[in-house]
């Protein structure tokens, strides 16, 4: 079984800083891609950075120079630290990963989603 557990979400003023981690466990042989998605009220979920295990990052226009992704493959997590947020930043963001099981299945995992709230 494998888990996706966030944290780090929380209400921050406008232009103000947070940093969500997440960590990968159970029984798996590998980590691919992870990344972290966000959905705000009454849109779709939507990319916002994504990071390669030899750690190629890719990020979403609306957060590139605010957010940084980085991972430790050492300890199965990846990290969003996110500076001068927004209001529009607003949403809950959630981690994801492709795993490779032991039993070599391979899936896209989804954890359970941190709410992050900017005031204005």
């Known amino acids: 079984q494998v888990q996706l557990v966030e944290s780090g979400g929380g209400l921050v003023q406008s232009g103000g800083s947070l940093r969500l981690s997440c960590v990968a466990s159970g029984s798996f042989v590998s980590i691919g891609v992870m990344g972290w998605f966000r959905q705000a009220p009454g849109k779709q979920r939507e990319l916002v950075a994504t990071i390669t295990s030899v750690g190629n990052t890719n990020y979403a226009e609306s957060v590139k120079g605010r957010f940084t992704i980085s991972r430790d493959n050492a300890k199965n997590a990846v990290n969003l630290q996110m500076n001068s947020l927004k209001p529009e930043d607003t949403a809950v963001y959630y981690c994801?990963?492709?795993?490779?099981?032991?039993?070599?299945?391979?899936?896209?995992?989804w954890g359970q989603g941190t709410q992050v709230i900017v005031s204005s």
């Open positions: 994801n990963a492709f795993i490779t099981r032991r039993d070599f299945n391979q899936n896209v995992y």
